[in-house]
């Protein structure tokens, strides 16, 4: 059974970091497309960041967070990081991470094909709040 679990969020003033972690089980990194998603209140779902671990760990960004968050796995403790950095009161919502099986050999752009917020599995999210 494939199990996600995001923590780290909370309550920090705008211009501040705050890592996100997620724990994963009942899958193989490699077989997967991994990355975070996001929700606000009356928004749509944002598709944040993606890693593909099983290749040479090609990494997408939304716009609206390139240069500021910086996603990492690590296939051994089968985590999923999220290093959030120079924090925007737009960037408050609830943050998932989730997973999209990848069939083998496809990459980044089955991904993009799908969509960035289009995963198949996915947990509990944590919720940052970013404060003016």
């Known amino acids: 059974e494939v199990q996600l679990q995001a923590s780290g969020g909370g309550l920090v003033q705008a211009g501040g970091s705050l890592r996100l972690s997620c724990a994963a089980s009942?899958?193989?990194?490699?077989?997967?497309?991994i990355g975070w998603f996001r929700q606000a209140p009356g928004k749509e779902r944002e598709g944040v960041s993606c890693?593909?671990?099983?290749?040479?760990?090609?990494?997408y960004y939304a716009d609206s967070v390139k240069g500021r968050f910086t996603i990492s796995s690590d296939n051994t403790k089968s985590t999923l990081y999220l290093q959030m950095n120079s924090l925007k009161p737009e960037d408050t919502a609830v943050y998932y991470c989730?997973?999209?099986?990848?069939?083998?050999?496809?990459?980044?752009?089955?991904?993009?094909?799908?969509?960035?917020?289009?995963?198949?599995?996915w947990g509990q999210g944590t919720l940052v709040t970013v404060s003016s």
């Open positions: 890693i593909i671990s099983s290749s040479d760990g090609s990494t």
């Open positions: 989730a997973a999209m099986i990848l069939p083998r050999g496809y990459g980044l752009g089955y991904v993009r094909a799908r969509g960035f917020n289009e995963y198949d599995y």
């Open positions: 009942g899958f193989t990194f490699d077989d997967y497309a």
